[in-house]
């Protein structure tokens, strides 16, 4: 079982930034693909950013409201999957949850593991 534990949330200026911090517990960090999930209250889950296991290349993948704004990238020795947000919207307030899954495809819609989330909110 993969248990994972979102920080770095809180509340920032339109236009600042923020870096959010996935910490993954398990042994098997390194074989699981990594996702970024969003939710703002009344509205469904939103897909953000994943990034490919730590035996592939690195390749990512993002929505296009966030392309060129966020970046997701992982280190495996630390067991930890990071999102860097820029250039943020008040928009971009929401929930934010880290999720993991074996299946590249799993991490961009229902992935097998779910963070509890931390807590984004951008100002206007």
């Known amino acids: 079982q993969v248990q994972l534990v979102e920080s770095g949330g809180g509340l920032v200026q339109a236009g600042g930034s923020l870096r959010l911090s996935c910490a993954a517990s398990?042994?098997?960090?390194?074989?699981?693909?990594m996702g970024w999930f969003r939710q703002a209250p009344g509205k469904e889950r939103e897909f953000v950013a994943a990034i490919t296991s730590g035996w592939s290349s690195g390749g990512t993948y993002y929505s296009d409201s966030v392309k060129g704004r966020f970046t997701i990238s992982r280190d495996n020795a630390k067991n930890t999957v990071y999102l860097q947000m820029n250039s943020l919207k008040p928009e971009d307030t929401a929930v934010y949850c880290c999720?993991?899954?074996?299946?590249?495809?799993?991490?961009?819609?229902?992935?097998?593991?779910w963070g509890q989330g931390t807590q984004v909110t951008v100002s206007s």
């Open positions: 999720a993991a899954d074996l299946n590249w495809a799993g991490v961009r819609n229902q992935a097998e593991y």
């Open positions: 398990g042994r098997t960090f390194s074989n699981y693909h």
